[in-house]
């Protein structure tokens, strides 16, 4: 805080005070004391001081120029200062100043006293050292070269325009701050450089947190934050200084950031007037947000709290596109609570949630191209590195994105599944957003129809069938498949579309098994041909001969060939009652009774298939039980016999 030290007048006539000043000064023992009876009389707002002519003509032009066009002089002058800046407060100061008394300048009254110099005309023309220059000389070296300071000075000359913008104070205070912040700026990192620890600077950023400037910005108006913000991207600020500021300035200025719980409510409790103004602080903010269009440093938590206001307080479709688009380029990193945007005037009546706004993000995620996805860190893949990625493959950044995307969207359908108001149409169209290859697995998927075909029971049945067509029957689990089987919410062609591939799978399993289980047979019979001297019972044995053993084992083998024969049969009498099954779907149904009659015929079929893979498995354990077996005693028998003849030779 600058102190000016004005010394006392050198004029005689320093008359008797006879105003009401304000209790600072009333106490003052600086303030002169004189038997002169004051002869002027100066108004301000409505404040009257009872003063002298001498030592305010002696300072100000703008009083010696308004007494001279007034020519009584018999009674005392009363003078008129209705637009003075800074009010009578400031007047104030600038009397004292005149009368010789100390001034104490800060930064919470220099703006006033500059501008009511200014209008006094308290200039270096009129008298040496006079308080105009006294103020700028504060400003200067006190306020100018301090951020802080200067955000206070700038938030005071909100209530004294037009005269702090006439005399630049308002341009110099801003080109002040935008200037500082970028010395900061390099000044901090020319520390971590020096450090060479990122630890540090994650240290300096914590302690920078505590009494930061830009926590301060806030205080200005929407007008000067605008100016500060647009001085400083044209000085090169940092971008995440940027987004720190403008995020901080929003959870100040907008009341549905400042409390979530508004935004489960919407704009019912904001009056239009509050609705307004928050809609032009809301466009504000997004115009100047960092116009990199990649992953930015304002966190997608941040940008959602900001679309779910756009919505509430009915902002411009732009602004609105603009919060979408930034919101698609990060929707990877997006969790449930990021996405369930309230409807704009769903109290009681329509949707919960604007699926539309929804839609439109993870259209636009979809058609992001390649190089819009980065590394962890947020800067973007080289060029040169492109070749290593197949954008399709499931190591692809793209894709590893996609499949984060699916699973947040499998949640977000789960969720607005429970809306019995909305639209069938609305929940299609997000189901059948995203390409098959988004998920590996759908149950998920299922999960969330499943629940929106219990809460819709009345849909139609070309709508619940196109519903139901976006779940991969290839891509359900076991246990999903088998309870789709039997969901009679589902249609008829699903739940055979579901039997069929089950079917299909347990086909192929067999499969590979009897291949598995040929080979191992073969390679058994290989080894008994090497060692034909092995047990079957893991150990030497006088009761069974190896030939006798060699026949049993044969007898063994060719008895698991014709199950394994006859299980095959049996698949293919089920491949053809599955045909007829079908055959018999084509044909008109017999209403409810015919169909439930189906279901449970499918449903026996897939049991049996189930029965015969587990015998067919036993059968292989058996077998593989066998030839290990087999194989280890024959081992043991070579080698006895090895030891025998060394014995002997010796």
Known sequence: MGVVTVPESK???????????????????????????????????????????????????????????????????????????????????????????????????????????HYLDMTEEVSEKNLE???????????????????????????????????TLVGRLINAIAVNACKEQLASGLLKLDQKFASVGRLAEAERSSDWWGRSLPILKLDFFQRVLSAMKSKGLNQDIISEILMSYARNSLQIIRDPNLVKVGSAIIDSDQQKKQRTVLESIVGLLPTQANKSSIPISFLSSLLKTAIGSSASVSCRSDLERRISHQLDQAILEDILIPASGSHG?????????????????????????????GDLVDESELGLYDFEGAESPKQSSILKVSKLMDSFLAEVALDSNLPPAKFIALAELLPDH??????????????FLKVHPNMKDSERYRLCKTINCQKLSQDASSHAAQNERLPVQIAVQVLFYEQTRLKNAMSSSGRGSIAGQSQFFFFQGQFPHRSASGAASGAISPRDNYASVRRENRDLRLEVARMRMRLTELEKDHVSMKREFVKPSGGGRGRNRLFRTLTRGLSKLNAIVFRLRSSESVANGKHHTEEKTNSERRFMFQKKRCHSVS
């Open 11 to 117: 004029q005689s006539a320093s008359g008797k005070r006879a105003f009401r000043p304000s209790s600072g000064i009333r106490h003052s023992p600086q303030w002169p004391v004189s038997d002169v009876i004051s002869d002027l009389i100066i108004e301000v707002g409505s404040s009257s001081f009872s003063l002298h002519k001498f030592p305010l003509v002696s300072r100000s032009g703008r009083i010696r120029k308004l007494l001279l066009e007034t020519k009584d002089s018999k009674n005392a002058q009363r003078l008129s200062l209705p637009s003075l800046p800074g009010g009578s407060e400031a007047f104030e100061l600038a009397a004292k100043f005149c009368y010789g008394v100390t001034v104490d300048f800060t930064s919470s009254n220099i703006a006033a006293v500059r501008c009511a110099a």
């Open 133 to 167: 220059a006294r103020a700028e000389a504060f400003l200067r070296d006190s306020i100018f070269t301090d951020i802080s300071k200067s955000i206070t000075v700038l938030h005071s000359c909100e209530r004294l325009f037009p005269v702090a913008e006439d005399i």
């Open 349 to 377: 009546h329509g949707a919960m949630y604007d699926t539309d706004s929804v839609q439109r993000i993870f259209s636009m995620f979809l058609n992001l191209d390649e190089c819009d996805y980065g590394d962890d860190d």
């Open 438 to 451: 988004a998920r590996l697995v759908c149950d998920a998927l299922y999960r969330a129809v499943d629940i």
